[in-house]
């Protein structure tokens, strides 16, 4: 499992971090030798009551702000792009060129 935590460090103190979201990317182990397959889950925004998930190993659905999936990546590929291409499978919206608002956000 892949576990990314976001948090907000202000004025750059890591002493004072606030979580603002949890991003987990699990190894659904249907894929081959040379390609993965993945479950993409992040948590609700906590809005700075440091609340993500519980267990990001198994995070309960109300937990869960989106799911999405990440299918045939191949093995040998930076973490970093299969982070990117976890958080475009549940925002897509992020990927599309000169987008200038979020779906829902007005």
């Given at each position: 499992?892949?576990?990314?935590?976001?948090?907000?460090?202000?004025?750059?103190?890591?002493?004072?971090?606030?979580?603002?979201?949890?991003?987990?990317?699990?190894?659904?182990t249907?894929?081959?030798?040379?390609?993965?397959n993945?479950?993409?889950?992040?948590?609700?925004?906590?809005?700075?009551?440091?609340?993500?998930?519980?267990?990001?190993?198994?995070?309960?659905?109300?937990?869960?702000?989106?799911?999405?999936?990440?299918?045939?990546?191949?093995?040998?590929?930076?973490?970093?792009?299969?982070?990117?291409?976890?958080?475009?499978?549940?925002?897509?919206?992020?990927?599309?060129?000169?987008?200038?608002?979020?779906?829902?956000?007005?």
């Open positions: 499992m892949i576990y990314v935590r976001i948090e907000l460090w202000p004025r750059g103190r890591k002493e004072h971090a606030r979580l603002l979201q949890e991003l987990t990317i699990v190894n659904d249907t894929g081959s030798r040379e390609d993965g993945y479950d993409v889950r992040v948590s609700h925004a906590t809005t700075f009551k440091g609340q993500g998930f519980a267990d990001p190993v198994l995070p309960l659905a109300e937990e869960t702000w989106r799911r999405g999936r990440v299918l045939g990546w191949p093995r040998g590929r930076s973490p970093a792009e299969l982070v990117g291409h976890a958080i475009l499978a549940v925002c897509p919206w992020v990927g599309k060129a000169g987008a200038a608002k979020v779906p829902g956000g007005g």
